[in-house]
C-alpha cells in the first residue's frame, strides 16, 4: 500500500571503493519525512561525521516540504543516524586508524514507511581505478548489446 521510495547516490560507487555496509536510521521532523516521501531529497553531496561519539549526515538536501507553514525544516542540516553500540564503536575506530570516511549510499522507506540510511564505510578511489571501471562498465556494455543481437 505505501510507495516505497529509493534514492540512489550514483557518485559513490564511482568514487570510493565500498568496504562494509550498514543500514541506519534517521532522526528526522514531520516535515523532513514527508518531503522524502515525496521524493525530494538528494544524498550526492553528503558525507557521515562522528559529534561525541554520535554519527551524523552532514550535507544531507531534503527539500522543504510544500505544504508546511512556519514549522517547515531546513533543507541542508545535520541530522543524526541511529546504529547500535557495538556498530558506532566499530566504525569510529575505522574512521581513526584506517583513514576511511563513511558515504550514505541509499536513502529508502521500508514496509512500514520509515526512512532508512544505507551507509557505506568506503575508500576513495584513485583516478586509475576510475578509468578501470569506467572500462569495465564499457565492456560489460558491448557485451550486452552483443548477446541481444544473438
Partial sequence: MLKTINILNKR????????????AGIVLTGTEIKSIRLGKANITESFCEFHN????????????????????HKAKSERKLL??????????????TKGL???????FTNEKGIAKLDIG??????????????????VKRDIDRIKKAF
Avoid: H, V, W
Fill in 83 to 96: 546504529l547500535n553500540k557495538r556498530e558506532l564503536k566499530k566504525l569510529e575506530k575505522a574512521i581513526d
Fill in 101 to 107: 570516511t563513511i558515504i550514505p549510499l541509499k536513502l
Fill in 12 to 23: 559513490a560507487k564511482f568514487d570510493y571503493e565500498i568496504i562494509e555496509t550498514y543500514t
Fill in 53 to 72: 561519539s554520535e554519527l551524523f549526515a552532514i550535507n544531507t538536501q531534503i527539500e522543504e516540504y510544500l505544504y508546511g507553514n512556519q514549522f517547515n
Fill in 121 to 138: 564505510l568506503c575508500r576513495g578511489k584513485k583516478t586509475y581505478d576510475k578509468r578501470e571501471s569506467l572500462k569495465e562498465q564499457d
